[in-house]
């Protein structure tokens, strides 16, 4: 929580925040006190919460906090995440009980023919996945078990960039999303091994993780670049099952408007 805060607190233009520039600061963004007056806290408590002191801020101070950092919705969840520690290991603990596939969930995923759908754990690991999905990206089915997580091949595996049509925007997109899923379970031993690898393999990933910035999945489209059939735009869906909510289901479809559909049946054909 404490680097969170400091980096959301470098981001806020003082002007925007009603505050006279008074001439030239020695570094962007609010100072201490300057969030703590705006939150109605003290000086010093705040100072002691970037600090990574042993105090958990109420309810209240977090949303104050969150208004005066000029939060996003997924940025102020996530702070409720690391401030909630007993709400969040319980959210934790659902995603964390999800680590294999259920038969009727598999038996699901292939029922949906040429829509490419694949099924994630709390981490992000792949543990199903449909022929369509297959056919998207064939490699999947080869990578070691201990690497068949979503975001280490976002990052990590060339047949992935090469597959996303805009890898820059996607893989950060990706990165956000999984901070913000993870920030109950930000400590875990299954998160922190994922993260030192992704920092020592891959320089995009480092400078990602390091600003700390987070974003809620919502439905979007996206491009990928196909070696057999081309240009696939395709809508990207994500579903918790109710009873397993430790995974998640992402499901791709045709793009309306495009012409993803008739290339997805020639793909599965």
Partial sequence: ?????????????????????????????????????????SHTWYTWLEQGRDIRPSRQVVDALARTLHMTPAE???????????HSQARGGALQRGRSM?????????????????????????????????????????????????????FTDPAVRALLGDWTTDSRRFLTQFR????PRLADREVTDLVA?????????????????????????????HPVVGTLLLEHHQLTPADAPGLQLVVYTA???SDAAGKLARMTA
């Fill in 197 to 225: 690898r992704l920092e020592e393999a891959s320089p995009h990933f480092r400078a990602g993780w390091a600003s700390h910035d987070v974003d809620r999945f919502s439905s979007s489209q996206r491009r990928f670049e």
């Fill in 102 to 154: 259920p038969a009727h969930l598999q038996r699901l995923v292939d029922a949906l023919g040429s829509s490419p759908a694949y099924v994630i754990t709390g981490s992000w690991a792949i543990v199903g996945w449909n022929r369509a999905y297959e056919r998207l990206y064939p490699g999947v089915a080869d990578v070691a078990a201990g690497d068949r997580n979503l975001l280490w091949l976002v």
């Fill in 180 to 183: 913000a899923e993870v920030g």
């Fill in 1 to 41: 929580m404490a680097e969170f805060l400091r980096s959301r607190r470098r981001q806020v233009d003082p002007a925007a925040a009603g505050l006279p520039s008074g001439g030239p600061r020695r570094t962007p963004g609010l100072r201490r006190e300057e969030v703590a007056l705006l939150s109605g806290v």
């Fill in 255 to 257: 793009a309306e408007g």
């Fill in 76 to 86: 102020h969840e996530y702070l409720k995440d690391l401030a909630a520690p007993h």
